[in-house]
């Protein structure tokens, strides 16, 4: 058999029906998938490939970032990338020029994986189905490709063996064959005889016009039975909630990466270069102020899985959000998220921990804090205790650790208190919000309301000359965010802590620009 040139090359006459059946059902599957992420591609809801590219850091990470940062070469990408994938999807289902479709997608895939591999060290932030190690399903599915280019399976049934019968018909009758695929060498791949188009042959080319009705007609019934289900809860929705804002509307749409209209200024604290808005972390650790509904703390620390905060840190990185602010108990996360993830959102540390400031502070600076603080409770509570020595100690162990260190409160008196102590810290993180939300002028007040006292905390910090972290803008979700992080920075915040969803960060960083263009009228002058 080795010195046999027409056995080094496939030919069908070698496989059994039942083999040559599977070899076109492979192609007919793989076709399917290709047709159908197209299709949900070119309706779905501005899909952009923004976000894939934007992961990106293996060998050409440089040129994949360069196609996101210009809109135009971005736009040509996607539609190349929705339409390759639709005409390769039908080209292989219906075994229309397969060699061609074959090869254009295993350049295709091969794109995708060598965009984001699941290689060590090069972990992408993007959800998964799975876990991967090399080996992913696009690389499978790649190499599957790359067995179909040497066996013409169009040859076999499909619209490349019509058209080679009606070409074939014109033929000599002494002709012995015909090459259907050359193996590169100049050699043909195999031959086939000479075929008369006829009804066989006819049958032959549209066998699989079969598969490419049942892919119509199960995407026509997945999206006439989306329609429905959405069409049934928007009525029953329509005569006893708000169609819009309710919580059981279909209709929810959030801001993608591709709507990112810019990306937040920066300042300065110490030497540390941070964007004007903060990512807060008490959504992600599950401490939500949301008053008298007790199952929302449980809910959102089971919407953030490790999985779900790193592909949000990963959004927030992408959004220009280079800080997280928040506990040093969620330590272990950030440092998953910077080993596996390769994150380098810098990490602020309230160094809360069971009321105890230096065992907070070193947690902290153990876990790789970029900045540390005095969380604002733990200092409200020294001053009430008359010992802001506590507090002064605090600041002292965080400089000898080379860290900006910084002094929170809620309670104005705090700042007023550690300044009159002759503390001078290298940031201040005070609650600020406007109070003309409903429970804020509500006659039983309970923990909804975290800056008493708005307009005396603005008077009062203009005289510092401290960068000023604004934290609570919303108060918890009370105050529209376009409201809040323009009351906070026109009134003299250096920076905001906002906590966010995920679904949040694109429209948020949108409004802080928004809010932060020139002429932004300001009270305080940037202390950052």
């Known amino acids: 058999m080795a010195g046999n040139t027409q056995n080094r090359f496939v030919g069908t006459s070698h496989y059994s029906p039942v083999q040559l059946w599977l070899l076109v059902f492979l192609r007919v599957a793989i076709g399917w998938q290709f047709l159908y992420e197209g299709l949900v591609k070119l309706f779905g809801s501005g899909w952009s490939a923004a976000g894939y590219l934007a992961e990106s850091k293996w060998i050409f990470s440089g040129i994949f970032h360069w196609i996101v940062a210009h809109p135009t070469i971005l736009n040509i990408v996607d539609f190349l990338n929705v339409w390759g994938l639709i005409l390769i999807g039908l080209g292989l289902i219906l075994g229309g020029f397969t060699r061609l479709a074959t090869v254009s997608g295993i350049l295709l895939l091969t794109l995708y994986y060598v965009a984001n591999p699941p290689l060590v060290g090069y972990g992408t932030g993007m959800p998964t189905e799975g876990h991967y190690l090399i080996v992913d399903k696009t690389l499978i599915e790649l190499f599957a490709l790359a067995v179909l280019v040497f066996f013409p399976t169009g040859h076999i049934l499909g619209l490349d063996r019509l058209l080679q019968s009606l070409k074939t018909k014109k033929a000599e009758p002494d002709e012995e064959a015909v090459p259907v695929a050359s193996s590169g060498t100049g050699q043909p791949a195999e031959s086939t005889p000479p075929v008369s188009f006829g009804r066989r042959e006819l049958v032959k080319g549209l066998a699989t016009l079969p598969f490419f009705g049942a892919f119509t007609i199960a995407v026509l019934r997945k999206y006439a039975w989306e329609s429905y289900e959405e069409k049934h809860l928007m009525a029953a929705a329509g005569n006893n909630v708000d169609a819009v804002t309710a919580a059981t509307t279909k209709t929810f749409q959030f801001s993608q990466l591709k709507d990112l209209k810019g990306k937040p200024s920066y300042g300065q604290i110490g ?230 969803y995920d679904f949040q960060i694109v429209e948020d960083v949108n409004l802080a620009l928004e809010v932060l263009k020139p002429g932004l009228q300001r009270q305080r002058a940037w202390c950052a």
């Open 271 to 500: 030497n540390l270069k941070l964007s004007r808005i903060f990512l807060g972390g008490n959504l992600i650790g599950g401490w939500a102020h949301a008053r008298d509904l007790i199952y929302v703390s449980k809910l959102v620390k089971a919407y953030h899985s490790d999985r779900k905060v790193f592909d949000t840190l990963r959004l927030a990185e992408q959004c220009g959000i280079n800080a997280l602010l928040t506990n040093p108990q969620l330590a272990r996360v950030i440092n998953q998220y910077w080993r596996k993830e390769g994150g380098t959102i810098q990490f602020i540390s309230d160094c809360g921990y069971k009321n105890d400031i230096i065992t907070g502070i070193k947690m902290s600076i153990d876990a790789g804090a970029h900045a540390c603080y005095i969380q604002g409770e733990m200092a409200d509570r020294r001053i009430r205790e008359n010992k802001p020595e506590e507090i002064a100690q605090g600041v002292e162990l965080i400089r000898k650790n080379g860290l900006p260190a910084g002094i929170g409160a809620h309670c104005l008196e705090t700042i007023k208190a550690c300044v009159d102590y002759g503390l001078k810290p290298d940031f201040w993180v005070k609650t600020l919000h406007q109070t003309n939300y409903w429970s804020a002028n509500s006659e039983v007040q309970h923990d909804n309301i975290w800056c008493v006292n708005p307009e005396e905390t603005i008077e009062y910090m203009q005289q510092l000359t401290e960068p000023w972290i604004a934290f609570k803008v919303l108060a918890a979700g009370a105050i529209p965010p376009q409201d809040g992080f323009q009351f906070a920075f026109q009134n003299g915040a250096d920076f905001i802590c906002v906590g966010m």
